[in-house]
């Protein structure tokens, strides 16, 4: 069977345990838990926080004075060479999807910070005369910094601040594959996916909306921005193989592919370790 | 929006929280954690074990010297009123679906032990020519020792020791809506729904494995064994509505529906709590 190989994808996706976590130390604004982060950066952010971290733990600062205090100590790391990559773009912070942020820090902190991201992942995939899907399958360029030349999903991005996730899988369908608007909105929100990964030691919790998009048997995704090589159809069975036995994914797409099998009933209960396997989708 | 009222639903069928779980003790069977008792009765279990519990460190024993030594214990139990409504029925004892149990024990003791159930349910449906869905809702008989009354799956039970979940899905099928053998066959196994409810004090760790089946519009489902007392299409705003608002329904199949929404793209990220309500179905 595939859940031995399945389970292996997913702990790539969660190389940071239960156990693990509890080394890491938590971030702490407003009174909510918004960050994780290793023991050698909380102590860097002590040490040159002047007093600013933990952060307002009465909450009566408003955001914009919270996100002023945090700039300045992300200054003085940047300047002391702990935070490197500074890209000036402020990302937002908040303990889940939808809460209003409790503050915006720079954008090369927030793996450092361990605070959530989040993102769209699509599953585009066409059904066959005889009732069997098919998945579209990206291959990443092998000009991206991230992952090159990896297999990814038909249509996935990050969440920036303020687009909303249904907007998003729109924007992206049309940019990275070419799908018209009006295909896209009939994208269908079918769950999330939570992992703990490993991002050169910090604790990457991403949180993935995952969207359905059955396609037109004749409609071809185009890549469109540079970013995709190409796109190819896959059928369940090379799918399944392909996840469960190769590292061609780029590991978080192998989790959302998983769960979508799942869904799609191509995984049995009958088959040891699938309700371990399916409750690890959501660490 | 409907998401506080899902929420509130979950919520009932986990009374047992996080921070509740630390107070029960485990019980450990050969180095495997298969259940999780009241500290009280962790210690008349200790009063009457005669040094078999904490049991077999080593796993060196065999399952049925396992299951003889629980059996004494047990009695003795019963015997001293701790134990109550004895069924002569064995239950399986693993700490996971699909593993081969540690032992047997008496039904009777196995809530107050805290070992894990596992049960199917079957959410069958229709689609109208419109593409909507409407899910038929079982109405339990008010003679029913448990929940009499309450609105409940087409089909839902224990998963006996031995049976496989797909061929209880069929043979319940049967028994409780007269599904036919081949139409039953085509229930999809869609995922698994764990919580940790309150029974009496005892944590109740079920294991759900939930199905879709979809129906023909000219198929009725018809009680046959007098465990239902009536069926009922719902369209899915009013399904919606009874599950957010009322106590209508059995508590976990409220839990099993609002994961059934949740696949079916009826809920949307965009609402408030939506990623906090979907990992928290399964506990």
Known sequence: GHVPGFAARVAECNEITEADLEAYVPLIVAGKAVGLMQPSFADELVRHGDGVFAMDPDAAQTVEQRTAAAANVMAALRDAGVITGWRDELFPVNESYGEPPVMLVERAAAS??????????????????????????????????????????????????????????????????????????????????????????????????????????????VAADGEVESFELFDIPRLMDTVSSTDEFKTNCAVVIIDFLVRHGYLSP??????????????
């Open 112 to 221: 450092l910070l361990g605070i959530r991201a989040y993102g769209v992942h699509v599953n585009g995939y066409t059904t066959a005369p005889d009732g069997t899907l098919r998945l579209w399958v990206a291959r990443r360029s092998m000009t991206k910094p991230t992952w090159p030349g990896k297999l990814d999903h038909l249509v996935a991005g990050g969440l920036p601040h303020g687009v909303a996730p249904g907007e998003c899988v729109v924007k992206e369908c049309g940019e990275e594959a070419s799908v018209p608007v009006e295909l896209a909105k009939t994208a269908t929100p079918v769950g999330v996916i939570t992992y703990n990964a490993n991002y050169l030691g910090c604790c990457k919790r991403d949180v993935l909306f995952c969207y359905d998009l059955e396609l037109p048997a004749d409609f071809d995704p």
């Open 270 to 283: 009958e088959e040891p370790g699938y309700a371990a396997l399916v409750k690890s989708l959501r660490q």
